[in-house]
C-alpha cells in the first residue's frame, strides 16, 4: 500500500469526498516524486539547514519565490503532516508552508504573503496548528489567500487564516467537515475461506477492525471523535472568517463556486490569480510612491506652524469670547447697578470671576447719581464716562483707547476704595 495513503486509513480526514480520485493520485505521485529524489518524507531539517542552496537539485521541492514583493506559497495537492516539502501540484508539507511563512515574516524584502492554493484537502494532524500559526501573523504582513482553482476541506482551513480569499471564477472553496471510512472485508474473507482471529488484551483493542462487521459501539466512539474533530474546524474557521459558527455549520460541508462563496461569506472577491497577484504587488507600489510623493513635497515645518497659528488663533478667539461674556456679566449685576463706576473699574482692571466681582461690588457703598444734563431725557445713557473707560479697559490691542480715560477710570476707582475704607474704619 502507498506508505502516504497509509496513513489516512482508519483516521479522520479533511478531505472533500468528491475529490478522492484526485486525492489518491496525489498521494501516489508524491510518493514516486519521494522516492525518484531520493528524500525522506519523516526528516524534517529546522533553522537554517532546512532551506537547501539554490544549486542543489532538492531546492525545488522546497520553493521560496518573491516577485515584487510578493512572496508566493503553494498549498497545492495532498497536504500531509509530518512532510517538510512541496511537491509540484502532487502535495504540500505542513511544515514547508510554516518554515515558508516565517522565513517570509522575516525577510525585509516581502511585502505581502500569498497563499497559492489548489487542494482537495488532507491530513488532520498538524492543520488546525498551522492555522493558527498563519491566523497569528495577521497584521505582521498582508496575508492573502487565492484559491486558483479549489480549497477544500483542509486547504479551506488554511485559506480562512489570510486576510481575505480570492477565488477563480471557476474554483470553488468549503468542504468544512470530517470524513474517516471504515472498510469491512468480513464477507470476502469468508467468501475465500479465509478466518482471521484477534487475540488481544484491552477489550477495544481491535475496535473498527477491517476484518469483521463495526459494532454500533464503536461506530459511535468513532463518531464522537469526527464530531470533536468537526468542532475545532467550525470555530476556527468561524473565527477566521468572523461569522457565526452556526452560519458555517449551515454550509453542511458542501462545496461551493465563487458567487455562492461570496454570498455566504466564505470568500472575499473573484479574480484570476495572475491579476490578483499583480494587484496585490501594485497596492505595495502605490502606497509607497503615495509616502515619497508626500515626503518630497510637503513642507512638514509650516504644516506644522500653520496648524500652531491656527491653534493660537482659535484660542484667543475662544479666550475673548470668554473675557467678553465676564464683563457683561460683572456689569449687568444687581451689585453694578447701583456702583456703575466701580464696576466698569473691578470689571475691566481686575481678573475677578463674576461671583467674586459681584461680592466684592457689594460691600462698597452705592455711588451717587450725577445729575443728568438738562437737554438729556430722564434715564436715558449710561453713566458718564462708561463707554470710554470700557473702551479703554478692553484686551483688544486693536481698540485703542487712550492712557488719560485709563487713569480716569483708576482715579475713580482709588477715590471710591478711599471712601469705602474710610467707612469702615469710622
Avoid at 67 to 72: E, K
Avoid at 140 to 150: C, L
Avoid at 233 to 261: H, Q
Amino acid at each position: 500500500m502507498n506508505p502516504i495513503l497509509a496513513r489516512f486509513q482508519d483516521q479522520p480526514s479533511l478531505i472533500a469526498p468528491s475529490g478522492q480520485a484526485w486525492f489518491e493520485s496525489c498521494v501516489q505521485e508524491a510518493a514516486k516524486v519521494a522516492e525518484n529524489g531520493g528524500l525522506d518524507p519523516a526528516s524534517i531539517l529546522a533553522g537554517e539547514d532546512f532551506w537547501f542552496v539554490a544549486d542543489d537539485p532538492r531546492a525545488r521541492f522546497r520553493p521560496y519565490k518573491v516577485s515584487a514583493g510578493i512572496l508566493s506559497i503553494p498549498v497545492k495537492g495532498a497536504l500531509l503532516n509530518g512532510f517538510p516539502f512541496a511537491f509540484g501540484s502532487y502535495a504540500t508539507g505542513y511544515e514547508y508552508v510554516a518554515a515558508a511563512m516565517a522565513r517570509g515574516l522575516a525577510d525585509a524584502q516581502v511585502n505581502g504573503i500569498a497563499l497559492v492554493i489548489d487542494s482537495p484537502g488532507g491530513m488532520v494532524a498538524g492543520n488546525f496548528d498551522l492555522v493558527d500559526r498563519i491566523f497569528a501573523a495577521r497584521g505582521v504582513k498582508p496575508i492573502r489567500a487565492y484559491a486558483a482553482e479549489s480549497a477544500f476541506s483542509a486547504a479551506y482551513s488554511i485559506a480562512s487564516a489570510a486576510d481575505d480569499i480570492t477565488v477563480s471564477r471557476t474554483g470553488g472553496v468549503g468542504s468544512i467537515g470530517v470524513v474517516t471510512v471504515h472498510a469491512d472485508h468480513s464477507q470476502a474473507l469468508d467468501a475465500a475461506g479465509i478466518k482471521v482471529t484477534f487475540i488481544h488484551a484491552g477489550a477495544r483493542k481491535v475496535d473498527g477492525n477491517a476484518c469483521e462487521p463495526l459494532p454500533e459501539a464503536v461506530k459511535a466512539r468513532i463518531q464522537e471523535r469526527i464530531d470533536a474533530t468537526y468542532d475545532v474546524f467550525v470555530s476556527t474557521v468561524a473565527r477566521n472568517r468572523n461569522m457565526e459558527e452556526r452560519a458555517v455549520r449551515a454550509t453542511e460541508a458542501a462545496t461551493f463556486m465563487a458567487s455562492e462563496a461570496i454570498s455566504n461569506g466564505l470568500a472575499d472577491r473573484i479574480g484570476t490569480l495572475e491579476d490578483s497577484l499583480a494587484a496585490f504587488a501594485a497596492s505595495f507600489t502605490t502606497d509607497q510612491e503615495r509616502d515619497e510623493t508626500m515626503t518630497d513635497t510637503v513642507d512638514l515645518d509650516a504644516v506644522r506652524a500653520a496648524a500652531n497659528e491656527e491653534g493660537v488663533r482659535a484660542g484667543m478667539i475662544e479666550g475673548a469670547a470668554a473675557e467678553r461674556a465676564r464683563v457683561n456679566t460683572i456689569l449687568g449685576s444687581d451689585a453694578a447697578k447701583a456702583r456703575p463706576k466701580a464696576a466698569m473699574s473691578v470689571a475691566l482692571r481686575t481678573g475677578m470671576d463674576a461671583d467674586s466681582a459681584e461680592a466684592f461690588l457689594a460691600d462698597l457703598p452705592e455711588e451717587t447719581a450725577e445729575a443728568a444734563p438738562a437737554a438729556a431725557p430722564v434715564g436715558a445713557g449710561a453713566p458718564k464716562g462708561m463707554f470710554e473707560a470700557a473702551m479703554a479697559g478692553s484686551r483688544n490691542p486693536d481698540l485703542g483707547a487712550g492712557d488719560e480715560i485709563e487713569a480716569d477710570a483708576m482715579s475713580v476707582a482709588d477715590r471710591i476704595m478711599a471712601s469705602a475704607g474710610k467707612k469702615r474704619r469710622a
